[in-house]
Antibody, heavy 121, light 107 residues
Framework: QVQLVESGGGVVQPGTSLRLSCAAS????????MHWVRQAPGKGLEWVAV????????YYADSVKGRFAISRVNSNNTLFLQMNSLRAEDTAMYYC??????????????WGLGTLVTVSS | AIQMTQSPSSLSASVGDRVTITCRAS??????LGWYQQKPGKAPKLLIS???SLQSGVPSRFSGSGSGTDFTLTISSLQPEDFATYYC?????????FGQGTKLEIK
């Protein structure tokens, strides 16, 4: 079955960097676009980024553009989110999610359990 | 970015009630919309894609409709397990954007 396991979250100071990982299993990662979605404590969902199945394109939320970078290593079944210049407002649970369809990018379907990032001095 | 406005933000209802949640897009998005259910401490679950297509395994009491700018999620007869928060998500343009959520509570 599809399984996504996020890691790399923690408590960091403002202005620093963090890299999240997402280990995928139960499906062929190289066939699917992948997303990151976040949720601040007690708040709603915010879509963060998507990367094409082959890494050929990426798109970002305006709130993270220029600071975050999504990437993937299909041969290692792993998705990443490099987060730089972190701010207090980046504090959230970060979810890795597989796209609903193979090849084309649509909306997230399968989700991981999330990894918590806290940005605080 | 396309703004997605959900209403109501919260709703109290009883088991067996029929409820409708609305999502309005700030511009036309064809049928490029999904609906998610999220329970406390859990990841979201995709219920409906392309506005009206029920995902496999989702009970038939859930239905979606709409196109263009106005969309609805309807639960025909509320069950105890349906009390949760519901979100819409548009994928017509990037960045994708969620509605602010509708919390469905037990009356």
């Amino acid at each position: 079955q599809v399984q996504l396991v996020e890691s790399g979250g923690g408590v960091v100071q403002p202005g620093t960097s963090l890299r999240l990982s997402c280990a995928a299993s139960g499906f062929t990662l190289s066939n699917y676009a992948m997303h990151w979605v976040r949720q601040a404590p007690g708040k709603g969902l915010e879509w963060v980024a998507v990367i094409a199945y082959d890494g050929s394109y990426e798109y970002y939320a305006d709130s993270v553009k220029g600071r975050f970078a999504i990437s993937r290593v299909n041969s290692n079944n792993t998705l990443f989110l490099q987060m730089n210049s972190l701010r207090a407002e980046d504090t959230a649970m970060y979810y890795c999610a597989r796209d609903r369809l193979d090849i084309v990018a649509t909306i997230p379907d399968y989700w991981g359990l999330g990894t918590l990032v806290t940005v605080s001095s | 970015a396309i703004q997605m406005t959900q209403s109501p933000s919260s709703l109290s209802a009883s088991v067996g009630d029929r409820v409708t949640i609305t999502c309005r897009a700030s511009q036309a998005i064809r049928n490029d919309l999904g609906w998610y259910q999220q329970k406390p401490g859990k990841a979201p679950k995709l219920l409906i894609s392309v506005a009206s297509s029920l995902q496999s395994g989702v009970p038939s009491r859930f239905s979606g409709s709409g196109s263009g700018t106005d969309f609805t999620l309807t639960i025909s007869s509320l069950q105890p397990e349906d009390f949760a928060t519901y979100y819409c998500l548009q994928d017509h343009n990037y960045p994708q954007t969620f509605g602010q959520g509708t919390k469905l509570e037990i009356k």
